[in-house]
Nanobody, 113 residues
């Protein structure tokens, strides 16, 4: 059974930083990443990282967010810096196998102005 357990969300002032973590279990994931969904908006894929370290970012977070993973721990991280009020959203961990996409339960990130 696949489980994705996220942690690290919270309330931060604009310009601040947060680090999200997602511990995965139940499978080996070629690709892991983070998505977010703000109220009234579509879900946005923020960043992905493959098992061999290839990384992609959404334009909205390039230069501010850093994704990393520890393959030995099956854990993916999202370091968020220079946070803006528009980064406020529920952040979801994603894990992809060849046939399935899995989602975590989500963690709230709120950036106050």
């Amino acid at each position: 059974q696949v489980q994705l357990v996220e942690s690290g969300g919270g309330l931060v002032q604009a310009g601040g930083s947060l680090r999200l973590s997602c511990a995965a279990s139940g499978s080996i994931f070629n690709l892991m990443g983070w998505s977010r969904q703000a109220p009234g908006k579509q879900r946005e894929l923020v960043a992905t990282i493959s098992s061999d370290g290839r990384i992609n970012y959404a334009d909205s977070v390039k230069g501010r967010f850093t994704i990393s993973r520890d393959n030995a721990k099956n854990t993916v991280y999202l370091q968020m810096k220079s946070l803006r009020p528009e980064d406020t959203a529920v952040y979801y961990c994603n894990a992809f196998t060849l046939v399935n996409n899995y989602w975590g339960q989500g963690t709230q990130v709120t950036v106050s102005s």
